[in-house]
């Protein structure tokens, strides 16, 4: 009986132990992250599922971006006489100057930590960064990589014949194959291409009308970020959260809490009345809301028919208790009856394939032109939901356009940014407030067509950007080949695969494990050539996608 007793025990003990010792970390991987592009304004293009150098495969099929486009990893966003802005989950921002190609390399997640990795493949982008406690931003362009360490901010410009890049937030290491440099607030690093040796660190350059612009925008999202998050109560995702306090009010809805309604809507406003279809092969059809505020309500939370307001959006579960953060493709439900397929706003409540709680609202049937009006549904167990709507179901919006142009631009214009004091501020190249950009002060400034350092500016180079339907007060006023002043008409744009041979670029580093803890440093790895997971890995779902933004709220991720 001992013998037997002592067994039981000894079993009864390792089962206990089995049951309760702590997991294995298991890394959750997952590149289902979906960035969002914040503004357009005049011409931005954009490509899908890039390998390579975008420049100089001349199979890669552009389309026009618009405001609210997806972006996931393997995108490429390209300006030409035109700027844009990305916003990423937990409100970091990109920001591309006039003809500047951005690759989105790598958008992953591990263990509810985000990684980012950028190729600037041409131009001058500026970033701030502001990562939760495990996040990894890093920039790629030419022979090095800026890889941010904190909350920072700073601009990389790439050339034909270099790189650098300026700390004006915070401090970066810049990267390389030989050695890592530290960068601080206030400083600027230049490296000459394959020339490791010539890296050169000094004095921060005067701000240009790029700069400015960027300080501007940044302090207006910051602020209205941190004033419509007062609404939520998880800082775990901030990408569009600021748009919302602009452009709409909050109110309380009883069983709810707050819900949001745009400002300037009837009673009879439907969601999905203003704004676009796009086709991607891994999420299938998504919506683009043409308003500024488009993003957030038609990709994450739900919609509930108030009486007395109509529709409102309504975080949901989305945001509270650390609950999973998933995107949607659209925030409604494909629903199908017969012949007729048609979608219901998506109701926060709603689970999997049961019939939506919103469909007592009516129907919006789904045409090759779009969606049409609502349409009452008097016999609702008619209606199945569809979960993969099919390609043909709608007509995509988005417009083919031609592949960006390669520019050509040296290292030798920076004499002309040089810090306050040095010669080069005697050159009679000045910054003209009305114009909005730097100008030689020798020359007729009431030239209507003219050369001006460089640049040919005429009076439509002028209106073509204010006419885009994005532009506003700070559209970019003229074709300026970069924001750094060009001296002659060399620098003018030139067709790709044509003179200017393609620049060779490094590979990004790796991005370290989240078990290492913090931002990189000692565990960065130079030189991965691919992402560490194909974007065809991406489980398409019309229900949305496993969490891209984790449970842990960190003052770090929060904007301040």
Known sequence: MS?????????SAALLTLCFAPAPARADVSHARIVRLSLVQGDVRFAADVKGDPLSDSKIVWERAELNLPIRQGYVVATDNGRAEVEFENGAM???AENTVLEFYDLSLEDAAHSTRLILR???AEFYVNPARSDYFSVTGGDFSVQAEGKTTFRLNTYDDGSDVNVTQGHVSVLTKNKNTPLEKGESLTMHAGDPDSMTVGRLPVSDEFDQWV????DSAVTATNAALQYSNSYAYTSGFGDLYTYGSWFPVAGYGFCWRPYGVGFGWSPFDFGNWYYDPFFGWTFIGSQPWGWLPYHYG???FQPGFGWVWTPGGTFIGGAPIRWRPVTAVWVRSGGLLGIVPAHP???GSRTPLNLNQGVFPVTQRGISSRTPVNEPEHWKVDKHPPRQALSGTLVAVEAPSRVSRTLASESLRAAPGSPARQSGIVYDPAE?????SNVNSSASNEVRNGVERTPASVSGTATSANSGANAPTNRAVSNRVMINETNRPIPSRAVTPPRTFSPPPSAPRSSMGGQAGGGVRWGDSAPRSSGASMPRSSGGFPSSGGARPSS???PH
């Open 3 to 11: 013998n037997r007793f002592l067994f039981r025990s000894a079993l």
């Open 94 to 96: 990109a920001f591309l």
């Open 122 to 124: 041409q131009g001058s």
């Open 215 to 218: 300080s501007g925008r940044i």
């Open 302 to 304: 739900g919609w509930i």
């Open 349 to 351: 409540m709603d689970v």
């Open 436 to 440: 909005r950009r730097f100008i030689n």
């Open 556 to 558: 770090g991720g929060r």
